[in-house]
T-cell receptor
Framework: DAKTTQPPSMDCAEGRAANLPCNHS???????VYWYRQIHSQGPQYIIH???NNETNEMASLIITEDRKSSTLILPHATLRDTAVYYC????????????FGGGTRVLVKP | EAGVAQSPRYKIIEKRQSVAFWCNPI?????LYWYQQILGQGPKLLIQ????????DSQLPKDRFSAERLKGVDSTLKIQPAKLEDSAVYLC?????????????FGAGTRLSVL
């Protein structure tokens, strides 16, 4: 499995952009990067995914470096409801597209 | 569109008792997953079904855990007998089969406490 490394926690000010880094230096060329988040007492929620190009949807933007060894999830205007654990996952094509969750980054949005 | 449904939301049992969890995936999703999430950790895959067949159960403790998806839709996960270390949230997820990407949609989970 392609392993990912994320900081265990980070704080963010409400209304500011939150930039969440992820390292996935062993990812293969055809393996996607996925981001999920998990708000307290809920199941993980899909946010966004990407392969090579930067991606944007209504929730967030995903910036993937050209060498694909790292990516950054951007929450453009963080709100208190964005407080959650954010998981960066590199899929494992050799294991049937398996998604392996690590410890994630605990993001606390402060007023 | 209805999401992944799980029941019950909470369950408290004593060790050595048995327990079962139920999952109804999103309509049309051929792939179904059961995860175990221990407090403070990320979810860990227990078993993956493709329709009613098992694709991956390498992380399932088969001496006490079992799962089935008889008609390729609903699924049940059973623990018999339960141990204290089985206290966790059990999450069900589903995804389409014939897609390049593997976007999984999760239910709210069942929180199990074993006393």
């Amino acid at each position: 499995d392609a392993k990912t490394t994320q900081p265990p926690s980070m704080d963010c000010a409400e209304g500011r952009a939150a930039n969440l880094p992820c390292n996935h230096s062993t990812i293969s060329g055809n393996e996607y990067v996925y981001w999920y988040r998990q708000i307290h007492s809920q199941g993980p929620q899909y946010i966004i995914h990407g392969l090579k190009n930067n991606e944007t949807n209504e929730m967030a933007s995903l910036i993937i470096t050209e060498d694909r060894k790292s990516s950054t999830l951007i929450l453009p205007h963080a709100t208190l409801r964005d407080t959650a654990v954010y998981y960066c996952i590199a899929e494992a094509k050799a294991a049937g597209n398996k998604l392996t969750f690590g410890g994630g980054t605990r993001v606390l949005v402060k007023p | 569109e209805a999401g992944v449904a799980q029941s019950p939301r909470y369950k408290i049992i004593e060790k050595r008792q048995s327990v079962a969890f139920w999952c109804n995936p999103i309509s049309g999703h051929a792939t179904l997953y059961w995860y175990q999430q221990i407090l403070g950790q990320g979810p860990k895959l227990l078993i993956q079904f493709q329709n009613n067949g098992v694709v991956d159960d390498s992380q399932l403790p088969k001496d006490r855990f079992s799962a089935e998806r008889l008609k390729g839709v609903d699924s049940t996960l059973k623990i018999q007998p339960a141990k204290l270390e089985d206290s966790a949230v059990y999450l069900c997820a589903s995804s389409f089969r014939d897609r390049v990407e593997n976007i999984q949609y999760f239910g709210a989970g069942t929180r199990l406490s074993v006393l």
